[in-house]
Nanobody
Framework: QVQLVESGGGLVQPGGSLRLSCAAS????????MGWYRQAPGKQREWVAR???????NYGDSVKGRFTISRDNAKNTVYLQMNSLKPEDTAVYYC?????????WGQGTQVTVSS
């Protein structure tokens, strides 16, 4: 069974940067589109960014120009570089397959943007 482990979150000041990582177990990682999702307190989980198996990327409007998704298929890992962070980016961040999350959600990684 494929498992996902997110890491790299933390507390950062507005305008700061973080790089999140998502390590996936299993041998079929490279064929999947992967996405980053986030859930803020009291809100539904929302899609943030995606990368296809071929490396094509797309972003939600709220993060476009600030976040960059990438992947390393040799390491079964997908990354999210987050720059110019804003307080409204505060959330638990998760990765999963895209367009349809089909793997059991991991524990996520908390990102808190606050001065």
């Amino acid at each position: 069974q494929v498992q996902l482990v997110e890491s790299g979150g933390g507390l950062v000041q507005p305008g700061g940067s973080l790089r999140l990582s998502c390590a996936a177990s299993g041998s079929m990682f490279s064929i999947y589109g992967m996405g980053w999702y986030r859930q803020a307190p009291g809100k539904q989980r929302e899609w943030v960014a995606r990368i296809t198996s071929g490396g094509s990327t797309n972003y939600g409007d709220s993060v476009k120009g600030r976040f960059t998704i990438s992947r390393d298929n040799a390491k079964n890992t997908v990354y999210l570089q987050m720059n110019s962070l804003k307080p409204e980016d505060t959330a638990v961040y998760y990765c999963n397959t895209w367009p349809n999350p089909t793997i059991s959600w991991g524990q996520g990684t908390q990102v808190t943007v606050s001065s």
